[in-house]
């Protein structure tokens, strides 16, 4: 990304990220379509209380890939190779025992974690086994993501995307076998999921070894580098905070929610799987941003590096006007897809949401595009502060608006926080800015 065109490359990249992300939440969303077409509102209520806490500690895991493939975007620019592969390998050894640690905590910790959500006696169950195995695939997201943050590293964004891809149809057509056909259940859903996601990691592993030299690291190279190990949880745990703040959000949110029904419980678990729909593209395009500008502040290319960033927000808001239409048209049938026709009360409610939220993601369009840049550059901690911000405000509101106002304030409690963390972000950039201008030694 340090040489040629920079709309292309911004692109070529963003396009199999957003591809990739939109069939990674395939496998959430297709539970969800099953679960509540074929076995009911209630277990589609279950699987949606169940969820922030199962995408918190994905989150904290991606995090932290997150942080390492910064590092390693920086050494690929800067042509150090052999510092690329260490910083693999570190991440490989740390995150393993660091997966298997929160898989063992989640599966222990999950009875008392989904009271603590004020679940429904008669949903604790379902949602406690359903938990509980997709806690034991961690291990396997842990790798998939690994591996695929090095191979975006270094640009490859394609290869991750199709094998997520073929595993997405995969888990789908299993749900549909065993649900549909033999009605095993809930539980099949969620060992669905672990299988699919143990697939993609296996296939990502057996293709670098098969065709990036670069990445393949033997038998007496795994070990982890103290240095790098440093600077990987200097910057890894700080992203894997931040990425863990918003299901931290989520999980407060959804306390809220479950005060007011199983119909809004329902509504807002297919809200949920949307809305991680739309704003799951920005974030890819974010990552592009991210690359781009740690490939390019690596190679010394500053100009470069913020010419692509400002064209990456084009990109953003170019996408908001692509989702706020596909939204505003078709909320109904999409609504529809999660829960039967008899339950014309759940997509009511998401219809009127979606008809608000629609024009608010906007926000997180250039909220992303400025964590994307942040990031790139190793300022780990605004982009903390950023998402602390828009959690902390966002939550609060909720609070506040839900039990005057019901669901839709969410919504409104959503713009609030993304707007004050875009009055605190662009300020703070626009300093820094003007700082190097007048100081170009200023990283």
Request: proline share 4%; with cysteine; hydrophobic share 45%.
């Amino acid at each position: 990304m340090t040489e040629g065109n920079i709309p292309r490359q911004l692109v070529s990249y963003a396009v199999p990220l957003i591809l990739g992300n939109l069939f990674q939440l395939t496998y959430n969303a297709v539970d969800s379509m099953i679960v509540g077409q074929l076995i009911g509102k209630e277990a589609l209520a279950a699987v949606g209380t169940a969820s922030p806490v199962m995408n918190l500690m994905i989150l904290g895991i991606s995090g932290l890939c997150i942080g390492s493939s910064v590092l390693m975007s920086h050494f690929y620019g800067g042509g150090k190779q052999e510092l690329l592969k260490r910083e693999l390998s570190t991440t490989m050894v740390f995150g393993l025992y660091f997966s298997l640690l929160v898989m063992t905590l989640g599966i222990l910790a999950a009875d008392p974690l989904l009271r603590m959500l004020q679940v429904p006696p008669e949903l604790l169950g379902t949602a406690k086994t359903y938990l509980r195995i997709v806690f034991a695939g961690l291990p396997f997201t842990f790798f998939y993501n690994a591996v695929s943050s090095a191979l975006k590293s270094i640009g490859d964004s394609k290869t991750p995307l199709k094998f997520l891809a073929f595993c997405s149809v995969l888990n789908g057509l299993l749900d549909l076998i065993f649900i549909s056909l033999f009605h095993f259940g809930i539980v099949c859903c969620a060992l669905t999921t672990v299988v699919a996601e143990a697939l993609s990691a296996i296939l990502c592993i057996r293709y670098v070894y098969q065709k990036i030299p670069l990445l393949q690291i033997r038998r007496h190279e795994f070990r982890a580098d103290r240095g790098l190990l440093k600077q990987t949880l200097q910057y890894g745990g700080v992203t894997a905070l931040q990425q863990a703040c918003q299901p931290i959000g989520k999980l407060m949110i959804q306390g809220t929610v479950n005060s007011l029904g199983v119909d809004v419980m329902a509504a807002f678990n297919a809200i949920n799987r949307l809305d991680d729909y739309a704003c799951l593209p920005e974030q890819s395009i974010a990552s592009g941003i991210t690359t781009f500008v740690a490939q390019n502040e690596g190679a010394g290319k500053r100009e470069r590096m913020e010419q692509g960033f400002r064209l990456g927000l084009l990109l953003e808001a170019g996408y908001w006007v692509v989702i706020c239409s596909i939204l505003l048209c078709l909320r109904k049938p999409i609504m529809s897809l999660f829960v039967s026709s008899q339950e014309g009360a759940v997509v009511e409610l998401g219809i009127i949401y979606f008809g608000i939220m629609s024009f608010f993601y906007l926000f997180p369009a250039m909220t992303n595009g400025m964590q994307g840049y942040f990031r790139g550059r190793k300022n780990m901690k605004m982009t903390l502060l950023g998402t602390l911000i828009q959690t902390g405000i966002r939550v609060a509101l909720v609070y506040v608006l839900v039990p005057r106002i019901g669901l839709n304030g969410v919504a409104y409690a959503s713009a609030g926080g993304w707007s004050l963390m875009l009055l605190v972000e662009i300020p703070y950039y626009l300093y820094c800015r003007r700082k190097e201008r007048t100081s170009p030694e200023h990283v």
